[in-house]
């Protein structure tokens, strides 16, 4: 649950140069919660946190806990807040747990001298970034990763109530990415107020309480995950067009760029799969902008989840039921349609032994085999002599390589060759 409001923005602007970067942002931070910052390259992000942590001129009313920021020093706004942000300025080989420690000045009388607060702060920095083994190590010896989680104990160390976070997570790894973020979170839940800027939209919906979209230096939306990101700000604030979905397997909010052109000048792709072989060939095909079909599917299936997420035309059946007459037309009338039929490494059985048979009228069939079919074949050998009837006249790929394949196939079409 959040409190009270820890940072309040009103009417920012920043200027850099000739250039308005920030115009007239509002926005604010709660304690225990997380609050994502999301926009293109040059909307904006890194500028903002930049002129909270006192490093860039702005205009407008900014506050930390009631405190106008504009008008506090260094080490008063330190106690305030906490800046992590893009950098690699360290040239001094400053052992990691001196780095760290640095970010304790503004809690040190102006004599300096190390208390026992402030080791107890840094190592349990060093703990949560996961870096306690390169406490003695030179900071400049480090990989860019290894460095990003340096600075990031450092904020941490400074236990300020606001941590401001510029794409804390850029430079890591998956790992690395979970358990810095696993982190930031328990100290949002411990009542810090959390500001990141995050570039990846995945990380941001399942990490971000709130999300503040920004598209030319202005607060395109903001709002909960769900009313940020919606395709028509999303399209906005990047410039292309946008897919959102809620993913089948995650249950979060995921999104796929929707390529512009014509596509009724695009190839015709029919697909035929079940049982989710066709998830990443649906994807492939949806992310390049191909004109595409798929059956016979079944509710429930999470093939006809995918297909639905790129807006793919399905014919479906009766779940647990052998495919109909009338579903076996319409998808052989689609194989005989398209450009290029494409089967998926599924499973066959009796229920859709049929979708192996509509494959036989493909002028242009490739089979995307992961595994033998002698494995995937439960109607006692009737369907694995239809699919090696089938393969004598097909093009044969792996799931693996059929991005590769495709592309070379659209190219030799495109040129005519």
């Known amino acids: 649950m959040t409190g009270d409001p820890v940072l309040m923005v009103r009417a920012l602007v920043c200027s850099l140069g000739d250039r308005r970067v920030l115009d007239g942002v509002d926005l604010e931070v709660r304690s225990g919660e997380v609050v994502g910052i999301l926009g293109a390259n040059g909307a904006g992000k890194s500028t903002l946190l930049r002129c909270l942590g006192g490093l860039v001129p702005y205009s407008g009313h900014c506050t930390a806990q009631g405190r106008d920021l504009s008008r506090t020093g260094i080490r008063e706004r330190a106690r305030l807040l906490a800046l992590m942000h893009q950098r690699s300025d360290l040239v001094f080989p400053f052992p990691v747990r001196q780095v760290v420690a640095m970010g304790r000045f503004s809690h040190q009388n102006r004599l300096g001298g190390e208390s026992a607060a402030d080791r107890r702060a840094v190592a349990q920095a060093l703990k949560d970034a996961r870096i306690e083994a390169l406490g003695d190590r030179p900071v400049t010896e480090l990989s860019g990763g290894e460095r990003q989680r340096v600075f990031l104990a450092q904020a941490l160390a400074q236990d300020s109530p606001l941590l401001c976070l510029d ?30 800027a995050v570039h990846d939209l995945r990380t941001a919906a399942r990490t971000c309480d709130r999300l503040v ?20 700000a999303l399209s906005t604030a990047y410039g292309v067009r946008v897919a959102v979905y809620r993913n089948p397997v995650s249950g979060l909010l995921d999104y796929h760029f929707r390529h512009g052109g014509r596509h009724q000048a695009r190839p015709h792709v029919h697909v035929i799969g079940g049982g989710g072989s066709a998830a990443d060939l649906l994807r492939t095909l949806g992310e390049g902008g191909y004109r595409v079909t798929a059956g016979v599917l079944a509710p429930g299936d999470s093939d006809l989840l995918v297909a639905a997420a790129y807006g793919v035309p399905v014919i479906t059946c009766l779940p647990f039921s052998p495919i109909g007459e009338a579903a076996f037309e319409d998808n052989a009338e689609l194989v005989h349609q398209a450009d290029l039929t494409v089967l998926s490494s599924l499973a066959f059985g009796a229920h859709n032994l049929a979708n192996l048979e509509a494959a036989l009228g493909a002028p242009n069939l490739v089979l995307v085999e992961d595994s033998p079919p002698e494995g995937r074949d439960f109607t006692g050998g009737e369907g694995l002599a239809l699919y090696r009837r089938l393969r004598a006249r097909a093009q044969v790929v792996t799931g693996e390589g059929f991005a590769a394949w495709l592309h070379s196939w659209g190219s030799s079409r495109a040129s005519g060759s």
Do not use: M
């Open 167 to 196: 794409e804390p997570t850029s430079s890591l790894d998956l790992a690395h990415q979970e358990e810095i973020w696993d982190c930031v979170r328990a100290r949002a839940r411990e009542g810090k107020a959390v500001l990141a």
């Open 213 to 232: 979209l920004l598209a030319a230096g202005r607060v395109l939306a903001s709002g909960t995950p769900d009313q940020v990101l919606t395709p028509d």
